[in-house]
């Protein structure tokens, strides 16, 4: 392979594999991945959250160097997906009243953002937040500059994660030397690549069902209405199947050939056996109660975290995607916990890719997310060509590209989906500061000049300037008599 000078590199941080992917985009909108990488991620990191720092790093670390070997270009920075089970929403109301005939403009929806933004949760990193709306006096507006009000409300869906595992998460990245282009939270990028603009419009719930988490965004109206992450993914069947006293790798094998996600009792054979290998074998009743036990905790639970506003708006229906919508009638098993007839199993990405990768080809919904995100990028992320000398001389720190060029972004210029890191939280942090100041020296010279400009003025208006001035047109007129 000759090597790329222009691609996009994306790595999603799954709780079962950590996958890097490298595509170049099309000008027809098309996607040619050029290269996949996957690693096992179960040991560092679960329920889709980074525990080992220095485990992930490594992990990251290998990837990066694989990608660089099928590319035969360095990697410059990488888009990362940002999920895993503390990722939750809640809503927010920031009012203002505005005096009488007041006309709004785009500087106070500015900052009515910025004062959401500066909200305080214990323990938890606003990681983005979504505008559900805005109340100008009584009325609803989705844009509401250059219309009179006296008050104006504006409501927000705030993105949250517990701040330890947003900074383990720059961290990693941090330890392992990579620059990162860009956060985007990945059920965002998962549900732009999956979902249609009908669905999102008329109301949807898109159901990632992951490993060890299952992720759940409600939208309506074109708008993210709702998302939460449950701890609970397709890994707990196969746990729960090793109860039977069997392997989990032999677990895991007997849920991927014989489970479904729900079978007619009548369909039960009470004789029949599943074959665990050539002395073991389980009762078919039990193994579907089992799997079937487990779907629907996880299907009941999904079901709870729709706002129960949203139950009858859903026309877009549910749509499931992820690893664990493989399964056997699992839109039956939807059907008949949460009574919605309309059920789509998002197999693959809108976008059209090109790809020679069987882990693509297959359209299982396993790499969606990661697809999502690779499409998301508008940033090139190669570098130089890999110099691959015998002396093996040691790789030069390479700059960062975006944190070092870009001018760091301010709350309203960021775009949806959108998470900034570390370091661009503290860039834009020193530049608020930096305007702060100059705007405090600005404030300290005009408050000088006013002051130089009082005293002059009163020294002019004294009883004694007021003499002397008389004394001297005095004088003068005396001189211009004579």
Same mark, same amino acid.
């Given at each position: 392979?000759?090597?790329?000078?222009?691609?996009?590199?994306?790595?999603?941080?799954?709780?079962?594999?950590?996958?890097?992917?490298?595509?170049?985009?099309?000008?027809?909108?098309?996607?040619?991945?050029?290269?996949?990488?996957?690693?096992?991620?179960?040991?560092?990191?679960?329920?889709?959250?980074?525990?080992?720092?220095? /485990?992930?790093?490594q992990?990251?670390?290998?990837?990066?160097?694989k990608?660089?070997? $099928?590319?035969?270009t360095?990697?410059m920075?990488?888009?990362?997906?940002?999920?895993?089970?503390?990722?939750?929403?809640?809503?927010?109301?920031?009012?203002?009243?505005?005096p009488?005939?007041?006309?709004v403009t785009?500087?106070?929806?500015?900052?009515?953002?910025?004062?959401?933004?500066?909200?305080?949760?214990?323990?938890?990193?606003?990681?983005?937040? =979504?505008?559900?709306?805005?109340k100008?006096?009584? $009325?609803? $507006?989705?844009?509401?500059?250059?219309?009179? =009000?006296?008050?104006?409300?504006?409501?927000?869906?705030?993105?949250?994660?517990?701040?330890?595992?947003?900074?383990?998460?720059?961290?990693?990245?941090?330890?392992?030397?990579?620059?990162?282009?860009?956060?985007?939270?990945?059920?965002?990028?998962?549900?732009d690549?999956?979902?249609?603009?009908?669905? /999102?419009?008329?109301?949807?719930?898109?159901?990632?069902?992951?490993?060890?988490?299952?992720?759940?965004?409600v939208?309506?109206?074109?708008?993210?209405?709702?998302?939460?992450?449950i701890?609970?993914?397709?890994?707990?069947?196969?746990?729960?199947?090793?109860?039977?006293?069997?392997?989990?790798?032999?677990?895991?094998?007997?849920?991927?050939?014989?489970a479904?996600?729900?079978?007619?009792?009548?369909?039960?054979?009470?004789?029949?056996?599943?074959?665990?290998?050539?002395?073991?074998?389980?009762?078919?009743?039990?193994?579907?109660?089992?799997?079937?036990?487990?779907?629907?905790?996880?299907?009941?639970?999904?079901?709870?975290?729709?706002?129960?506003?949203?139950?009858?708006?859903?026309?877009g229906?549910?749509?499931?995607?992820?690893?664990?919508?493989?399964?056997?009638?699992?839109?039956?098993?939807f059907?008949?916990?949460?009574?919605?007839?309309?059920?789509?199993?998002?197999?693959?990405v809108?976008?059209?890719?090109?790809?020679?990768?069987?882990?693509?080809?297959?359209?299982n919904? /396993?790499?969606?997310?990661?697809?999502?995100?690779?499409?998301?990028?508008?940033?090139?992320?190669?570098?130089?060509?890999?110099?691959?000398?015998?002396?093996?001389?040691?790789?030069?720190e390479?700059?960062?590209?975006?944190?070092?060029?870009?001018?760091?972004? $301010?709350?309203?210029?960021?775009?949806?989906?959108?998470?900034?890191?570390?370091?661009?939280?503290?860039?834009?942090?020193?530049? /608020?500061?930096?305007?702060?100041?100059?705007?405090?020296?600005?404030?300290?010279?005009?408050?000088e000049?006013?002051?130089?400009?009082?005293?002059?003025?009163?020294?002019?208006?004294?009883?004694?300037?007021?003499?002397?001035?008389?004394?001297?047109?005095f004088?003068?007129?005396?001189v211009s008599?004579?």
């Open positions: 392979m000759v090597a790329a000078k222009e691609f996009i590199v994306a790595i999603e941080l799954g709780s079962s594999k950590m996958t890097g992917i490298a595509g170049q985009k099309n000008l027809d909108g098309s996607i040619n991945v050029l290269a996949v990488v996957k690693e096992d991620s179960s040991s560092f990191i679960r329920k889709g959250v980074v525990y080992n720092i220095d /485990k992930t790093a992990c990251l670390t290998n990837i990066i160097k990608l660089e070997n $099928q590319l035969k360095e990697i920075q990488v888009y990362v997906g940002v999920g895993g089970q503390s990722i939750r929403s809640v809503r927010n109301v920031i009012a203002k009243d505005l009488a005939e007041t006309i785009q500087d106070m929806i500015i900052e009515l953002m910025d004062s959401n933004r500066n909200m305080k949760y214990p323990d938890q990193e606003i990681l983005d937040a =979504a505008v559900q709306e805005y100008v006096d009584s $009325q609803y $507006q989705l844009d509401p500059v250059g219309i009179q =009000a006296t008050h104006l409300e504006g409501n927000f869906l705030n993105i949250l994660e517990r701040k330890a595992f947003y900074r383990n998460l720059n961290k990693c990245f941090e330890t392992a030397g990579i620059n990162v282009a860009e956060m985007y939270l990945a059920p965002l990028a998962l549900a690549s999956v979902l249609t603009e009908a669905e /999102k419009r008329s109301g949807c719930a898109l159901v990632d069902l992951g490993a060890d988490t299952t992720t759940v965004s939208y309506s109206k074109n708008i993210l209405r709702h998302l939460a992450v701890p609970l993914g397709s890994n707990n069947i196969t746990k729960d199947l090793a109860t039977l006293q069997i392997e989990e790798s032999d677990a895991e094998k007997m849920k991927l050939k014989y479904s996600a729900f079978t007619e009792n009548n369909d039960i054979d009470n004789n029949l056996k599943y074959s665990i290998d050539s002395e073991r074998q389980i009762e078919s009743r039990k193994f579907i109660e089992i799997v079937e036990g487990r779907l629907e905790e996880i299907i009941e639970n999904v079901w709870y975290q729709i706002p129960s506003e949203y139950y009858d708006k859903l026309l229906g549910i749509i499931l995607t992820g690893g664990g919508s493989n399964m056997k009638d699992i839109e039956k098993a059907m008949n916990h949460t009574h919605v007839d309309k059920i789509r199993i998002a197999k693959f809108t976008h059209t890719i090109i790809s020679n990768n069987e882990d693509i080809k297959s359209h919904g /396993k790499m969606n997310t990661v697809l999502g995100l690779l499409a998301k990028g508008d940033i090139n992320c190669a570098g130089d060509e890999v110099n691959n000398d015998l002396f093996g001389s040691q790789k030069k390479i700059p960062h590209p975006t944190t070092d060029q870009r001018q760091a972004r $301010q709350v309203s210029e960021i775009p949806a989906g959108v998470i900034r890191t570390e370091a661009e939280k503290q860039k834009a942090e020193e530049e /608020k500061r930096r305007q702060e100041e100059e705007a405090e020296r600005l404030r300290l010279e005009e408050e000049k006013e002051r130089q400009r009082i005293k002059k003025e009163k020294r002019e208006n004294s009883f004694w300037n007021k003499l002397m001035k008389k004394a001297k047109q004088g003068e007129d005396i008599e004579e």
